[in-house]
């Protein structure tokens, strides 16, 4: 399979604008191009069937381009192989039992070690501490500690510059290692002819969050987020830090009589709110904790910690679903983490780390890993690069690995599902093209496999990038509907 792959690598690197031995770009493909704009230089295509690489189409196929979110791909088709369809995240809750006494009463602290864990949300919280009361500890003198320490740095989202100007937005969220709930709070709003309440959900204690400020306006509900404005963080007054207050001030517009939930990240710091969130649990269940929010700490766990409860996530194969048909990039992020800390050296930082697995799995795999440039592996990046030729040689090691199968039920299912739910209804691909779409300001792509009329399979990988680029979605549907019909 290796020297197939390489032969194809080749095949595909050879020179040659539009076609070898194939079909040139179809014509409703330049059309929809023409119609919104946009050059034939902006356009990077590779479509072949899989049974039959002679007929290959080309275009610009060897510069490197920014593939938005189908970067996903090669995340998610790395971590199946090095990972495994059946690998298991995990968050612990551990002590040191040489300081808890016969009566629950625990002298140090509580650790509460990340793992990367996918599905660690409110709910699975609460049943680790649930588990750890059951088990006779009743008071934790020591307060509360959290390991990060899976990923090195612990925190990458301090210090990091935004990518854009809504960093509290949900696509933004930056993992660590505990990942709880999704490093997201939910906001509730509602508001009637004269105001807006709003409040966190839940609503864990020691967070104001103030609506005063906000706009009421004739507007529909679901154009909310149009005058929407990035909340802030007031700092905290002289006079309450004791009490280790967040005040969360809402800005901008918000239509009069509307209801909406939305989750946001970045707005209180994810120390404060583990640290709040494990003590109100707690304290339901009966227990009692030493000190405060404020003063408890993050720090990696001594070795005569033992594991008391632990939560496990689903198998990679079942929430990558999830990461792949909603394009989740705080998911891809985590992800590209774990194949870091899972082949880091001792002391290597794991977004390093990271990349060189990749690198060695394209190289593995006789793909030419020349202009790859990886970042977070999202593809929620500016700086990230991919050939489309690289990108159909990754589809076909793909499709060709014991993963394939795996990989292919994934993606999102053209006017079915996902990102691709509205997309080609009523055309030849709908129902038969499963891709990973990418968008981002100047870049719009496709990439994935389309079965054509007569069954056999495609792979099809379509970038566009351009200042314009998002109006170049008719020119990639047309190219996924052209396949279908062949």
Known sequence: MKRALTILAAALALSGCASLRGPAVPEEVTKAMADAGLPMSALGVVAYPIEDRSHLLRLNADVPMSPASTMKLVTG?????????????????????????????????????GGADTDLDWGALGQLLRDLRERGVREIQGGLVVDRTLFRPARLDIGLPPFDASPEAYYNVIPDALYLNGNLLGYALKSSVSQVQAATAPAWP?????????????????DWEKGWKAPLVLPLPPANAAAQTQHVLLQGTFPKQ?????????????????????????GELGGRIGGSAGTDTEAATPPEAKVQATHLGRPMAEWMRGMMKRSDNGLTRLTFLHLGAAAAAPGEDTLPAAKRVVTDWFAAHGIDATGLVLDNGSGLSRSERIKPVQMAALLQAAHDGPQGPELLAMLPVAGVDGTLRRRMKGTPAEGHARMKTGTLRDTFALAGYVSDAHGRLWIVVGMINDENGEKGKPALDALAAWVARQ
């Open 77 to 113: 088709a790395v971590a199946l192989d090095r990972l495994g369809t059946n690998s298991r995240s995990r968050t612990d809750l551990l002590i040191d039992p040489a300081q808890l006494n016969g009566e629950g009463v625990l002298a140090g602290p509580l650790y509460l070690r």
């Open 206 to 222: 020691g967070i104001t969050v103030d609506s005063s400020a906000m706009t009421l306006v004739d507007a529909a509900c679901k």
């Open 258 to 282: 509307c209801e909406q939930r939305e989750d946001f990240t970045n707005l209180v710091d994810r120390q404060w709110l583990t640290a709040q969130a494990v003590r109100q649990i707690w």
